[in-house]
């Protein structure tokens, strides 16, 4: 038994506006704590009409407002599209309104495309080369300030919000290993280097003041519902929403069909398959059965699950059955 918590994207499903996304995250975080899931994070993407937390902060802060004991947090904030000082900031502000319930995940890209990336970052080259120097500032700026110590973060300084390394490469796997900081690779959407990273983060692992061992949580998409058949048709929401993303499509979340057939082509088709490999999509017993052999080849520490369905009671449902699943272990 591991924990098990929710990577939210807030999607903003056709028929729908922000405001009814921004609600059906806070219905979500609301559902997830009563299952006993450990947290619910989300996510900073820019420019994209199907996401709804773009300014993460924010969005957070909504969340734990509805909520009393699940952690919540960022998976991630994409750092080198700001200011270490100004991250700070909002999350000493988040950390002083929800005690003991926040986390800081940090990741590498832009979380968009390349024309809102430079609209947002500036400079792209100085951005990413820093993000090794960034994440240490940061972490002095939520310490314990230094004696004369220039610049404070206010809210932030004291605050020691816990801080998560994100990635889907054997870079961020080198350095979340040389950081001696948990590590959350993005295997529901970018497989392919899941099991040499890990393995380099295990090897490479440097004690550090906030873990003294490895810390592992894996990602995985996930649809739960009655029946294989069901959860099939909600997690063609999903499919179609990666076709789009490939052929630069950019639209609201797309409503289940009953069939892909004639919506893609074999090209696109397995690449989308290839792409959501380890995706978990059935009956609890099937999602059971998946998931042990994912779980026994990772050996995560914990599991992170972005349910992708359109329909808000469906995804309701489907975070319920997941915490149906013996494999969980449940927050208290």
Do not use: C
Not at 6 to 12: E, G, M, R, Y
Not at 155 to 183: M, R
Not at 293 to 307: H, K, P, Q, Y
């Amino acid at each position: 038994m591991i924990p098990f918590s929710i990577l939210d994207l807030s999607p903003v499903p056709e028929g729908l506006e922000v405001r009814d996304a921004l609600d059906q995250s806070r219905r979500m975080a609301i559902q997830a704590e009563a299952s006993g899931f450990n947290r619910l994070w989300l996510a900073e993407h820019h420019g994209m009409p199907g996401i709804a937390s773009a300014a993460t902060s924010v969005v957070i802060g909504h969340v734990a407002a509805a909520t009393n004991r699940i952690r919540v947090g960022s998976g991630g904030i994409m750092l080198p599209n700001h200011s270490p000082l100004v991250i700070a900031e909002q999350f000493g502000t988040l950390a002083a309104l929800f005690p003991g319930r926040i986390d800081l995940g940090l990741g590498r890209a832009p979380g968009t495309d390349m024309r809102t990336a430079r609209a947002l970052r500036r400079n792209m080259e100085a951005g990413a080369e820093n993000f090794p120097h960034d994440i240490v500032e940061l972490q002095r700026l939520l310490g314990q300030p230094a004696e004369d110590q220039p610049i404070l973060a206010i809210p932030g300084a004291n605050s020691n919000v816990p801080l998560w390394l994100l990635g889907s490469s054997l870079y961020s796997a080198h350095l979340a290993a040389a950081l001696g900081l948990p590590y959350a690779f993005a295997s529901h959407f970018a497989p392919d280097m899941l099991i040499d990273a890990l393995a380099i983060y295990r090897e490479r692992f440097q004690p550090s003041d906030v873990l003294d061992k490895p810390y592992v949580m894996v990602g995985v998409m996930g649809v739960a519902a009655d029946t294989d058949e069901e959860a099939a048709r909600h997690f063609t929401s999903a499919q179609q929403q990666f076709i789009n993303l490939r052929r630069n499509v950019r639209g609201k979340f797309p409503r289940p069909v009953e069939t892909m057939d004639g919506m893609w082509s074999d090209m696109e088709r397995m690449n989308v398959e290839h792409t959501l490999r380890y995706a978990a999509v059935g009956s609890p017993a099937s999602i059971e059965a998946r998931l042990s052999d994912f779980l026994r080849e990772t050996g995560a520490d914990e599991l992170i699950v972005s349910m992708p369905i359109h329909d808000i009671d469906a995804r309701l449902k489907s975070v319920e059955l997941f915490a149906t699943l013996p494999l969980m272990e449940k927050a208290l």
